[in-house]
């Protein structure tokens, strides 16, 4: 007996050496993760997507990479779009619909497993840079939501009081507007400098360009495009120092770089051809520049036609270094898109919520517009406030062919009508409460006819 546990004894620890010597040769292969984030960019507003602002560095990014054509945020405003980022689910799922505000005493589900989080028991070190807006009370930070630092802002620029945070620490209050994404950038560079061969992940989120604009004096003028143009400019330059930098240190080629926006532009920012702006759930709301670069891996110059969003980030980085998923993914691997293995990838119906409210629904290339506020956000509010109201009619378009939602289609196609609001219905029970709420509320407000007047319920 003693000679058999002995034996097993030896077994067990040879196994677990040679697994050990596994590990660690793959930490030594595994990729970094970049993901850099704007705030506000519109979908024209890249060289790459069609202006006339110079952003060669992004330009080269797309040139060197893949560029998606259809890629989505998961709200066409920044908490709740960056909520998807980090845990690839709808906003409503995870507890953050609308934007947070500085003395809001909640944020991201405490309940979520966010990406950084998964990454660690692979050994990767951790950084989040620039804004975070998913949370300011104790908890809710970054360092206590699996990023191993924390260098920015809590919230937007446009928000007070705004202080400059490191690790908690206040390092600046308010913080000085023209340097943010000077030190942003800075930041980051110094975390790739200061690597040593671990794997690491990278979440390098700038707030421009958020208003206020305000470039920095070295950029002031330069774009030919007022401040706008100058500060899409400089977060260009951003992108371009961290890129720098990934060579440098002789890592470029293990490293995927990713870049998008939150949600559509304000004010002077362009959506391209598409309508609508930041808070609306047309198109251009919500649907992004996305840019992803990874020397050997990712085929130069590609053009992507799938449809992908911001969901989709969490369930890719996983597949890419073999991370464990949390359980009920809203998002897909895109992975064989970006490699190349792939034309596209099968995606659920995609939801487009505002706050607890879903108001459309695509699938495919056909989306379904089903609810709408009275009034525009730019616009003041009226007596009583902004009222999310069911359409007298579902309006339906074919955004590929009709990207500025312009030609509603649906009496020439009933059967798409009935089909995508099937999969509404079919869907509003396995979302949370205040959704189907909301859904029941808009319902009952329906003109006579129209989703036979009901609640989901009662169908």
């Not at 007070?160 to 913080?175: H, I, K, N, T, Y």
Request: aromatic residues 10%; charged residues 15%; negative net charge.
């Amino acid at each position: 007996m003693g000679e058999r546990l002995n034996r097993r004894s030896f077994l067990k620890t040879a196994a677990g050496a040679a697994c050990a010597g596994l590990v660690s040769n793959a930490q030594s292969t595994l990729p970094n993760i970049v993901f850099i984030l704007a705030d506000d960019l519109g979908f024209g507003d890249l060289g790459s997507y069609g202006s006339k602002i110079p952003t060669p560095n992004l330009d080269q990014m797309a040139a060197e990479g893949i560029r998606f054509q259809y890629f989505y945020s998961a709200s066409a405003v920044c908490s709740p779009s960056r909520a998807a980022l980090l845990t690839g689910r709808y906003p409503p799922r995870v507890g953050v619909p609308n934007l947070l505000m500085p003395n809001d005493s909640g944020g991201l589900s405490l309940s979520e497993t966010i990406l950084p989080q998964v990454l660690k028991p692979l050994n990767y070190s951790t950084m989040c840079i620039g804004k975070w807006h998913l949370g300011t009370q104790s908890g809710y930070m970054p360092t206590d939501r699996g990023f191993d630092n924390y260098y920015g802002v809590p919230y937007s620029n446009d928000l007070s009081p705004l202080p400059l945070l490191s690790d908690g620490q206040v390092l600046e209050q308010p913080a000085t507007q023209q340097l943010l994404t000077q030190r942003f950038t800075r930041q980051a560079v110094n975390f790739i400098n200061n690597s040593t061969g671990q794997p690491f992940f990278l979440y390098l989120a700038y707030t421009a360009p958020h208003v206020p604009l305000v470039p920095n004096p070295n950029f002031a003028g330069k774009s030919g495009a007022g401040h706008y143009g100058d500060v899409v400019m400089e977060l260009d330059w951003g992108v371009g120092q961290v890129l720098s930098a990934l060579k440098a240190n002789g890592i470029d080629n293990n490293t995927l770089v990713m870049f998008s926006s939150d949600n559509g532009p304000w004010y002077q920012g362009s959506p391209g051809r598409l309508r609508g702006r930041k808070g609306e759930t047309y198109e251009g709301g919500l649907r992004e520049p996305f840019i992803a670069r990874w020397p050997g891996r990712i085929p130069a110059g590609q053009t992507a036609s799938a449809f992908g969003t911001m969901m989709d980030v969490f369930p890719t980085v996983a597949a890419l270094t073999g991370a464990g998923l949390p359980a009920a993914m809203d998002g897909v691997d895109l992975s064989p898109v970006l490699t190349g293995q792939q034309a596209s990838v099968d995606h659920d119906t995609f939801f487009y919520f505002d706050g607890w409210n879903l108001q459309c629904a695509r699938v495919d290339n056909m989306k379904l517009h089903v609810a709408r506020y009275n009034i525009p956000p730019w616009l003041p509010a009226p007596v009583g406030g902004r009222v999310n109201l069911p359409l007298p009619q579902p309006e339906l378009y074919d955004i590929v062919a009709d990207p500025q939602e312009s030609t509603d289609i649906s009496a020439d196609h009933p059967d798409i009508v009935a089909s995508i609001k099937a999969k509404i219905l079919a869907s509003i029970p396995n979302l949370p409460w205040q959704v189907h709420d909301s859904w029941v509320a808009t319902m009952n407000q329906a003109v006579a006819g129209t989703w036979d007047g009901a609640p989901p319920s009662q169908q």
